[in-house]
């Protein structure tokens, strides 16, 4: 009898809306991981091609994940500007511009791009993304010439295994603990060598109402390189390589993005088979990257 009466007297009231207004929507996320995680999962295979296209998936908050099925690229976006993280190759880049536009924003309101590390399938296309957005290109010291160059160093553990790539503009250097800050947007970076020398992570924090979370897009950090080369005869980098695996182990860090979304799980955690959302992420995954490097070096112990 209550509820009836209630309705009645809802009904019997005169919504007015002000000539000239509508009433306010409801905001509806663009592309969010609940919808889009499961079609990003059925279009991309694990260590799939690095130019394959994939769609682009708001992981939380303003972070969207808009690179290819091969390799990712992390756009945050912000009310001053945005920010981009990896530019993949150059073709890639105009497929990571593609889902950009997708979702809504201009490349030219992207102010910063930030990279993982130096090599052609993350960076390749930064400056097909420097001529499409005028953004202002971040890296590491180590960094700086390889990009400028768009050679590889030759402290380089893959030296002369990739092709040069198109040289970009490098406009700002950071080291460890710096900040790239715009509007709301800060992103503090981590220097974390060993993958290559000038690699980089990076740690910001991304809010979807009152929900924060604090998100590592961690470099790959694999002791990968050409036949003639051995970590342990390089006794700097080595100690410096396990400095940055600890450094991403010791991070706040709650949801996990790599630089090739597979070495993260990507694909089960768009589908649910894995969290999206863990704050043991960077340790499992630092846990991970020290266990591959102490593999390495026990075979060229054993002279494989």
Same mark, same amino acid.
């Given at each position: 009898?209550?509820?009836?009466?209630?309705?009645?007297?809802?009904?019997?009231?005169?919504? !007015?809306?002000?000539?000239? %207004?509508?009433?306010?929507?409801?905001?509806?996320?663009?592309?969010?991981?609940?919808?889009?995680?499961? &079609?990003?999962?059925?279009?991309?295979?694990?260590?799939?091609?690095?130019?394959?296209?994939?769609?682009?998936?708001?992981?939380?908050?303003?972070?969207?994940?808009?690179?290819? *099925?091969? +390799?990712?690229? +992390?756009?945050?976006?912000?009310?001053?500007?945005?920010?981009? &993280?990896?530019? =993949?190759?150059?073709?890639?880049?105009?497929?990571?511009?593609?889902?950009?536009?997708?979702?809504?924003?201009?490349?030219?309101? +992207?102010?910063?791009?930030?990279?993982?590390?130096?090599? @052609?399938?993350? !960076?390749?296309?930064?400056?097909?993304? $420097?001529?499409?957005?005028?953004?202002?290109?971040?890296?590491?010291?180590?960094?700086?010439?390889?990009?400028?160059?768009?050679?590889?160093?030759?402290?380089?553990?893959?030296?002369?295994?990739?092709?040069?790539?198109?040289?970009?503009? #490098?406009?700002?250097? #950071? =080291?460890?603990?710096?900040?790239? @800050?715009?509007?709301?947007?800060? #992103?503090?970076?981590?220097?974390?060598?060993?993958?290559?020398?000038?690699?980089?992570?990076?740690?910001?924090?991304?809010?979807?109402?009152? !929900? *924060?979370?604090?998100?590592?897009?961690?470099?790959?950090?694999?002791? !990968?390189?050409?036949?003639?080369?051995?970590?342990?005869?390089?006794?700097?980098?080595?100690?410096?390589?396990?400095?940055?695996?600890?450094?991403?182990?010791?991070?706040? *860090?709650?949801?996990?993005?790599?630089?090739?979304?597979?070495?993260?799980?990507?694909?089960?955690?768009?589908?649910?088979?894995?969290?999206?959302?863990?704050?043991? =992420?960077?340790?499992?995954?630092?846990?991970?990257?020290? %266990?591959?490097?102490?593999?390495?070096?026990? %075979?060229?112990?054993?002279? $494989?």
């Amino acid at each position: 009898m209550f509820a009836s009466i209630a309705f009645l007297a809802l009904a019997a009231q005169q919504i !007015v809306v002000p000539l000239g %207004k509508t009433p306010r929507q409801i905001e509806r996320p663009i592309h969010p991981v609940e919808e889009w995680g499961p &079609i990003w999962a059925a279009n991309c295979k694990d260590w799939d091609e690095w130019d394959k296209p994939a769609p682009p998936v708001r992981i939380h908050g303003n972070t969207y994940l808009v690179g290819t *099925c091969g +390799i990712s690229a +992390i756009l945050i976006a912000g009310e001053d500007g945005h920010v981009l &993280i990896d530019g =993949g190759t150059e073709r890639g880049a105009d497929l990571i511009a593609e889902n950009i536009r997708q979702l809504g924003f201009k490349l030219k309101d +992207i102010k910063y791009l930030l990279m993982s590390h130096e090599h @052609l399938d993350h !960076v390749g296309g930064m400056a097909r993304l $420097q001529q499409l957005t005028g953004a202002t290109l971040v890296t590491s010291r180590a960094a700086e010439t390889v990009m400028n160059s768009g050679a590889a160093s030759a402290d380089d553990p893959q030296a002369g295994e990739h092709p040069p790539f198109r040289a970009a503009s #490098v406009g700002r250097v #950071v =080291g460890d603990g710096s900040d790239v @800050l715009i509007g709301n947007i800060r #992103v503090f970076a981590m220097t974390t060598p060993g993958h290559t020398p000038g690699a980089l992570s990076w740690r910001w924090e991304s809010c979807d109402g009152g !929900v *924060c979370r604090t998100i590592v897009y961690a470099d790959s950090l694999t002791p !990968v390189s050409r036949d003639d080369y051995k970590f342990s005869a390089h006794p700097e980098s080595l100690e410096a390589f396990r400095a940055s695996i600890a450094k991403i182990a010791a991070s706040p *860090c709650e949801i996990l993005l790599t630089p090739h979304p597979s070495s993260s799980a990507m694909r089960d955690r768009m589908i649910g088979k894995a969290p999206l959302f863990d704050p043991d =992420g960077c340790k499992n995954y630092a846990a991970k990257l020290s %266990k591959n490097l102490d593999e390495r070096l026990a %075979k060229e112990a054993a002279g $494989q």
